[in-house]
């Protein structure tokens, strides 16, 4: 599942989740784990 609804992609480690929001989500919508699995994904052009 791919959430946009910010600027800022962010990758859950845990389950390979992505959402695009500004900071993220406290819980993967997915997996149920920490947003410390989160990290940011950055976009080479």
Same mark, same amino acid.
């Given at each position: !599942?791919?959430?946009? =609804?910010?600027?800022?992609?962010?990758? &859950? @480690?845990? &389950? %390979?989740? !992505? =959402?695009? =929001?500004?900071?993220?989500?406290? =819980?993967?919508? !997915? &997996?149920? %784990?920490?947003? @410390? #699995? #989160?990290? @940011?994904?950055?976009? #080479? %052009?």
């Amino acid at each position: !599942m791919v959430v946009h =609804v910010g600027n800022k992609t962010w990758k &859950c @480690s845990r &389950c %390979g989740n !992505m =959402v695009t =929001v500004d900071n993220p989500p406290q =819980v993967c919508p !997915m &997996c149920k %784990g920490l947003n @410390s #699995y #989160y990290e @940011s994904e950055k976009k #080479y %052009g």
